[in-house]
């Protein structure tokens, strides 16, 4: 498995790390890949204004994480991923489209031999701000966002996304309209995006009645409750004091927000975390279970198989 870890917020040094690890030269912000790693690209795109794309068009011959480290500047990331089976060229079940933060930690695996069509798309939160604008319903996406993207929202790429993801990669053969075709694109991407974010919020009759500030509070507070897994989480009367709000609030806002009790919540996000690093091979389940606290692998077991409805050795770790 080749595994890549990285917190830029910049493309061209994303591309110019992964050249290193893979001793490949990078050309006009291009990397094509050598023969003994996969076929095709990876591209980063510079538009007129300063937006980064970064493309990805290619397959590699060995599984491929991607562990995107939390940053404190904060931008959003949009990608819109495509992930062709090689023997029948269909779509993954995981081809999706996806929005985080850079202030949230992120995984993404790409499988040996599984063709991808990605783009990215960093926002910054004052070009995101611009985009949206500043009527009510911006207002209520952005809440929805600030509410969402600790969790990553994303939706399976339909048809419609794929044919917008397929021209805009096919349009770049075309050196005439490149740039052009690229931003139209991108924008048409990330305008659908929210088009279905804004039908999701109307599904649900989206209506929180906690403020923005104490929104934001709760999040300084979730990433409190999960930075560290090996040791006992923070009570609720720390927690209370760090949102400035009362035991009873903060239990009753942060339920609202994130849909189940803090430490609920704190248990879920341990298992996830449990989940990530057993996908990557390289640890057995005891190491996962001595990384996350738990000096009993039997409690382990049974905390994850609880979250999972399976056994944590079914999550493809390394064998002891």
Known sequence: MIEIAY???NFEDLLKQIGRLLKVKITDNILRLPAETGKGLLRVITLHDGLQVLVSNCSFNENVLLKREKTEAESYIFRFDE????????????SAALLSNTRNDWLFL???GVHLHSISVIFSKDRLNKFLGTDDSAEDIKKYLLLKTGGFPYEPLDVEYKRMLNELITGMEDSRFELFIVYNRVMLLIERFFTRVIAKMNDAH?????????IARLKTVEAELVKDFTAEPAGINKLARLAMMSPTKLKQAFKEIYGMPVYQYYQKQRMNRARAMLTTKKYSVKQVGLELGYANMSNFAKAYSKVFHHLPGEAGGKKN
Do not use: L, R, Y
């Open 110 to 112: 790409t499988p040996g």
């Open 83 to 94: 992930m062709i089976q090689p023997e029948s060229g269909i779509s993954s079940s995981k």
């Open 206 to 214: 989206f209506n929180v009645k906690v403020s923005a500030e104490d």
């Open 7 to 9: 917190n830029h917020t």
